[in-house]
């Protein structure tokens, strides 16, 4: 996984920092000290700022005064900018609401200095994020921290505020993760100076805080909040502790129903450069939370509870596999099909679950199977990828698809199927099928699970899944003992009713087949 650092895109309101007043700006509360710091940063490159790790965390911490206090009060103007602004327009920003181009201009600020302590140079010097926004005897997280959190939860409608500060806040805290330690970049020279280790226990709260703000936004059906997350997300992704933190807070479900909702949004259109344009865009996102769920893959072996996120309703695996179906992008399918490969080989041997049903790569391959994945790996095959990994993930997947179908009974093959809610026409769907299996649809429990399911399945949107739902439980009916009194008192009567006046005529000849097998005991007369 590349660990490598995102950067801050432009303020739109860029133009007007150099021309900020400190001194007319009295509800900063800025000191003569402070002012002065703000006004020497300015006119020295900042690497000079940033050579004394000392003065480094006195002008973030300044960075972050700023912030505290220019987003307690602001108009809300330069919130509502979207467009980067020319020289003009961005001084009539300046003048209309001030302590947002502040804002602005302190997150800037932020980003350009956690960027260049990431830099070779800040290694070979003896700088870092860590000795910086982290200090005092037991190096703790400074206690500002918390502006940023402000302006990321408060900060509703300022996109580029809150992305950028959510980012910055991001790439501080990771610098705290055991697990990132130690990692200089390929060829950098580091400097042999003492190195102080910044407090992971200081940052776990602030991750858990950040984490919290990032699932609620992956809630929202708009792709502009979305969007604020992702940056932060990603960055979250390259340490195994915000991978952990993320998966404990529930954010794998919420991640694949994003991932479910992005793809079925995204529709490129060849006619104009327009919805062109917002296509490319949402293939972007696409690629960029499929990389996050790639990423999650990588605790499957540590983690019981990260297996058992995945496996929860299917969905999951229903989303990585309609992203390879649907293939939108070469690099949307590569990452896809990596989850997918390591969902296929991992292991519940060195973690086992505690007390609980066994979940591993025959159960994750069970459901790819369902969803229909060797369909699609077939499919694949046959297509030309420039990228050696995919066709590697290709053949890997095939193999391993192709053995546990083997292993698997018809019975299993439908289990996987309705579980999943993938219903597909095939042999499994089928008047032998039925006289046959139709006991086994009673479960291990007797409460008839898959009955229950077949019934959900009937308000489904994909009217193909409606159909075979409708085609399913007529067949039980027929052959399973009391079915039609079983599947009536479950109430697939009432609901099959409902689609009897469908406007699909295929789902229509369905349901009225299965309200006549519920109704009639000799169906195949009446056939």
Same mark, same amino acid.
């Given at each position: 996984?590349?660990?490598?650092?995102?950067?801050?895109?432009?303020?739109?309101?860029?133009?007007?920092?150099?021309?900020?007043?400190?001194?007319?700006?009295?509800?900063?509360?800025?000191?003569?000290?402070?002012?002065?710091?703000?006004?020497?940063?300015?006119?020295?490159?900042?690497?000079?700022?940033?050579?004394?790790?000392?003065?480094?965390?006195?002008?973030?911490?300044?960075?972050?005064?700023?912030?505290?206090?220019?987003?307690?009060?602001?108009?809300?103007?330069?919130?509502?900018?979207?467009?980067?602004?020319?020289?003009?327009?961005?001084?009539?920003?300046?003048?209309?609401?001030?302590?947002?181009?502040?804002?602005?201009?302190?997150?800037?600020?932020?980003?350009?200095?956690?960027?260049?302590?990431?830099?070779?140079?800040?290694?070979?010097?003896?700088?870092?994020v860590g000795n910086v926004f982290y200090a005092g005897s037991e190096c703790l997280l400074i206690e500002h921290w918390k502006a940023l959190l402000r302006v990321i939860s408060k900060g509703k409608g300022d996109s580029y505020a809150q992305r950028s500060a959510a980012l910055s806040l991001a790439q501080i805290l990771l610098a705290a993760c055991p697990s990132q330690r130690g990692r200089p970049a390929r060829g950098v020279k580091?400097?042999?100076?003492?190195?102080?280790?910044?407090?992971?226990?200081?940052?776990?709260?602030?991750?858990?805080?950040?984490?919290?703000?990032?699932?609620?936004?992956?809630?929202?059906?708009?792709?502009?909040?979305?969007?604020?997350?992702?940056?932060?997300?990603?960055?979250?992704?390259?340490?195994?502790?915000?991978?952990?933190?993320?998966?404990?807070?529930g954010g794998i479900k919420y991640l694949s129903r994003q991932l479910r909702q992005r793809e079925k949004k995204q529709s490129p259109s060849p006619t104009s450069s327009g919805p062109e344009r917002k296509a490319n865009s949402s293939v972007q996102q696409l690629y960029e939370l499929a990389f996050c769920m790639w990423c999650l893959t990588y605790e499957l072996n540590n983690f019981a509870d990260v297996r058992a996120d995945f496996?929860? /309703?299917?969905?999951? *695996?229903?989303? $990585?596999?309609? &992203?390879? =179906? @649907?293939?939108?992008?070469?690099?949307?399918?590569?990452?896809?099909?990596?989850?997918?490969?390591?969902?296929?080989?991992?292991?519940?041997?060195?973690?086992?679950?505690?007390?609980?049903?066994?979940?591993?790569?025959?159960?994750?391959?069970?459901?790819?199977?369902?969803?229909?994945?060797?369909?699609?790996?077939?499919?694949?095959?046959?297509?030309?990828?420039?990228?050696?990994?995919?066709?590697?993930?290709?053949?890997?997947?095939?193999?391993?698809?192709?053995?546990?179908?083997?292993?698997?009974?018809?019975?299993?093959?439908?289990?996987?199927?309705?579980?999943?809610?993938?219903?597909?026409?095939?042999?499994?769907?089928?008047?032998?099928?039925?006289?046959?299996?139709?006991?086994?649809?009673?479960?291990?429990?007797? /409460?008839?699970?898959? *009955?229950?399911? $077949?019934?959900? &399945?009937? =308000? @489904?949107?994909?009217?193909?899944?409606?159909?075979?739902?409708?085609?399913?439980?007529?067949?039980?009916?027929?052959?399973?003992?009391?079915?039609?009194?079983?599947?009536?008192?479950?109430?697939?009567?009432?609901?099959?009713?409902?689609?009897?006046?469908?406007?699909?005529?295929?789902?229509?000849?369905?349901?009225?087949?299965?309200?006549?097998?519920?109704?009639?005991?000799?169906?195949?007369?009446?056939?």
């Amino acid at each position: 996984m590349s660990s490598k650092v995102a950067s801050i895109s432009p303020s739109p309101v860029a133009k007007a920092f150099k021309h900020i007043q400190w001194d007319p700006l009295s509800s900063l509360r800025l000191t003569p000290q402070e002012t002065a710091l703000l006004r020497m940063a300015e006119t020295n490159p900042i690497e000079y700022t940033l050579g004394d790790a000392r003065d480094a965390t006195m002008y973030v911490r300044v960075l972050l005064k700023l912030l505290a206090e220019a987003s307690v009060n602001v108009s809300g103007q330069v919130a509502r900018i979207t467009e980067e602004c020319n020289e003009n327009r961005a001084m009539d920003a300046l003048d209309a609401d001030p302590l947002g181009v502040v804002t602005h201009y302190a997150i800037a600020k932020l980003g350009e200095i956690i960027s260049t302590l990431s830099s070779p140079w800040a290694a070979e010097n003896g700088v870092s994020v860590g000795n910086v926004f982290y200090a005092g005897s037991e190096c703790l997280l400074i206690e500002h921290w918390k502006a940023l959190l402000r302006v990321i939860s408060k900060g509703k409608g300022d996109s580029y505020a809150q992305r950028s500060a959510a980012l910055s806040l991001a790439q501080i805290l990771l610098a705290a993760c055991p697990s990132q330690r130690g990692r200089p970049a390929r060829g950098v020279k580091v400097a042999t100076t003492s190195v102080r280790i910044p407090s992971y226990a200081s940052a776990i709260e602030p991750l858990e805080a950040l984490t919290a703000w990032i699932i609620t936004q992956l809630k929202s059906s708009n792709a502009v909040t979305v969007g604020t997350t992702v940056p932060a997300m990603m960055t979250l992704m390259g340490a195994t502790e915000g991978r952990q933190i993320f998966a404990a807070s529930g954010g794998i479900k919420y991640l694949s129903r994003q991932l479910r909702q992005r793809e079925k949004k995204q529709s490129p259109s060849p006619t104009s450069s327009g919805p062109e344009r917002k296509a490319n865009s949402s293939v972007q996102q696409l690629y960029e939370l499929a990389f996050c769920m790639w990423c999650l893959t990588y605790e499957l072996n540590n983690f019981a509870d990260v297996r058992a996120d995945f496996a929860k /309703d299917g969905i999951p *695996v229903m989303a $990585l596999v309609e &992203l390879v =179906s @649907s293939a939108p992008r070469e690099k949307v399918v590569r990452v896809a099909l990596a989850a997918l490969r390591n969902l296929a080989t991992c292991s519940a041997d060195v973690n086992p679950e505690p007390d609980a049903p066994r979940i591993d790569s025959k159960v994750f391959l069970g459901e790819m199977i369902a969803c229909g994945l060797m369909k699609a790996i077939g499919l694949l095959r046959d297509r030309q990828f420039t990228d050696p990994d995919i066709v590697d993930d290709v053949e890997s997947l095939h193999k391993l698809l192709a053995d546990n179908f083997k292993e698997m009974t018809r019975w299993e093959v439908y289990q996987n199927e309705v579980e999943t809610g993938q219903l597909q026409w095939g042999s499994t769907h089928t008047d032998a099928f039925f006289k046959e299996n139709a006991k086994m649809m009673e479960g291990k429990d007797g /409460d008839f699970k898959l *009955v229950k399911i $077949l019934i959900s &399945l009937l =308000s @489904s949107k994909d009217e193909d899944i409606a159909a075979i739902a409708c085609y399913d439980l007529g067949e039980f009916c027929r052959y399973y003992p009391n079915g039609r009194g079983i599947a009536k008192r479950l109430g697939a009567k009432d609901m099959a009713m409902s689609l009897i006046e469908h406007d699909n005529p295929e789902l229509q000849r369905h349901a009225l087949q299965c309200v006549s097998k519920m109704m009639v005991q000799n169906w195949e007369y009446v056939k």
